[in-house]
C-alpha cells in the first residue's frame, strides 16, 4: 500500500492492519460508513477491490485494509458489523511499523457545506492509494461510495462514484489532491445532505 502523510497526521511505532472482505447489504450507498470509521477511530482504510453497482442496490462487496490500533480496527469491524455488515473473511492482525494514522478531523460547519458527486477512474498503478482516507483525513470531506469497480487482481483500471460532503474550499482541495495522485475526476454538483 503506498502510504500519505495527511495533514496533521501522526505516526505510530507500531500500527496494526488487517484485511477484510465485507458484504454489504442493500448496496450500501445510503450512509458514508466508511467517513464514519476513518473519523470517528481514526484509522487509514484502503479500498483494494470492490463491487457497487449503482443501479442494481441489492449487495455491494469490498475488500479493505484497514491500518489502526488494534482497539481502533476491533472497533471497526464491529460497527460494521452493527450495521449488518457480513464479514466474509479477515486477514489476521499484524503490526505494520511507520503506518500513517490520521488525526482527527472536525465534521465541516454546517454554514457553507454543499455536496458534490464526483466519479473517479483509478489507474491500476494508483491502486494502492487510500483515497477515501485521504479525503477525510487530509481535507475533512464526508464521503459516501455511491458506486464503484475495482479488480481483486488489478487487471484494469477501476472507478468510484463518491458524494463528497464538504466546504467549496474542501471540495477543492479535495478534487486537486485526487489529481495529483494521478486520477482522473469530473464533477457534478448535488443537492442535500447527510450528517454522520
Not at 10 to 20: H, L, S
Amino acid at each position: 500500500m503506498k502510504l500519505i502523510r495527511p495533514k496533521g497526521g501522526r505516526r505510530m511505532e507500531e500500527t496494526n492492519g488487517i484485511t477484510v472482505r465485507v458484504r454489504v447489504p442493500g448496496g450500501g450507498q445510503g450512509e458514508p460508513v466508511l467517513s464514519e470509521l476513518i473519523r470517528r477511530y481514526g484509522v487509514t482504510v484502503n479500498i483494494q477491490a470492490a463491487l457497487f453497482d449503482p443501479q442494481n442496490q441489492a449487495e455491494a462487496w469490498l475488500d479493505l485494509q484497514l491500518y489502526g490500533t488494534a482497539a481502533a480496527l476491533s472497533a471497526c469491524i464491529a460497527a460494521m458489523q452493527a450495521r449488518n455488515w457480513e464479514l466474509i473473511s479477515q486477514s489476521p492482525m499484524t503490526v505494520v511499523p511507520g503506518v500513517v494514522v490520521p488525526a482527527p478531523v472536525s465534521v465541516p460547519a454546517e454554514e457553507g457545506v454543499q455536496r458534490s458527486h464526483i466519479h473517479v477512474r483509478v489507474p491500476k498503478e494508483a491502486c494502492d492509494v487510500p483515497i477515501i482516507s485521504g479525503l477525510v483525513s487530509g481535507y475533512g470531506l464526508v464521503v459516501n461510495v455511491r458506486g464503484g469497480l475495482l479488480s481483486p487482481s488489478r487487471e484494469g483500471d477501476g472507478w468510484f462514484d463518491l458524494e463528497v460532503q464538504g466546504t467549496p474550499t474542501q471540495i477543492q482541495n479535495g478534487l486537486a489532491y485526487l489529481r495529483q495522485q494521478g486520477l482522473q475526476v469530473w464533477q457534478e454538483e448535488a443537492q442535500g445532505d447527510w450528517s454522520i
